[in-house]
């Protein structure tokens, strides 16, 4: 099966950067996206790497080392709105078949 | 229309009785899939359809039924459902080939079982 880990929560100052980290362990990998959810809300799509490097896509980033199985979204200029849950998500064992992270919970403090 | 809706927002039902959830798009993707949530976890997928055909069956229960009528519905009908089934249970969709691998969901289904 697969496996994927992130921090539990993050706390970071508003207009801050912070960085959210996923390690993950699969078989058959094909790419890692990002979601982020806020309470009581559908996840929306953020990212997705298929290949080693940076994306990026306005205020944020995310980055993929397929050889260290680790991946990360970066989040700049950090606004009160982005107070959510953040999910790392790879494609794996089957391209259709997704498996979330265990979820980042973020708190973006004045 | 970059919409995926979901019908009920919220549905109560006793462990005896049956029920459907039912999602639609029409942004023309030809995968569609359901998960289900648990508060404070994250989505765990239960089924994909690709091209109206079940692709992937994450060993889920038989009191749950998925059924694609066309490219655009897809329902999950629900029978003799335990308490431990009360989640927040997603409906997703993406283009097959897209090289953005994006998933639109829909706003979900809140179901207790009682």
């Known amino acids: 099966g697969q496996s994927l880990e992130q921090p539990s929560e993050v706390t970071a100052v508003e207009g801050a950067i912070v960085q959210i980290n996923c390690t993950y362990q699969t078989s058959g990998f094909y790419g890692l996206s990002w979601y982020q959810q806020h309470d009581g809300g559908a996840p929306t799509f953020l990212s997705y790497n298929a290949l080693d490097g940076l994306e990026e896509t306005g205020r944020f980033s995310s980055f993929l080392s397929r050889s260290d199985s680790y991946g990360y979204l970066l989040l700049q200029e950090l606004q009160m709105k982005d107070s959510a849950s953040y999910f790392c998500a790879v494609r794996a064992g089957g391209y259709q078949k997704v498996t979330f992270g265990t979820g980042t919970k973020l708190q973006v403090i004045p | 229309d970059t919409e995926v809706t979901q019908t009920p927002k919220h549905l109560v039902m006793g462990m005896t009785n049956k029920k459907s959830l039912k999602c639609e798009q029409h942004?023309?993707?030809?995968?569609m899939y359901w998960y289900k949530q648990k508060a404070k976890k994250p989505p765990e997928l239960m089924f994909v359809?690709?091209?109206?055909?079940?692709?992937i069956n994450e060993s889920v229960p038989s009191r749950f039924s998925p059924e694609c009528p066309n490219s655009s519905l897809l329902n999950l009908h629900l029978h003799a459902l335990q308490p431990e089934d009360s989640a927040l249970y997603l409906c997703a969709s993406s283009q097959e080939t897209s090289s953005y691998n994006e998933q639109f969901f829909g706003p979900g289904t809140r179901l207790t079982v009682l």
């Open positions: 359809y690709s091209y109206e055909k079940l692709s």
């Open positions: 942004m023309g993707h030809r995968a």
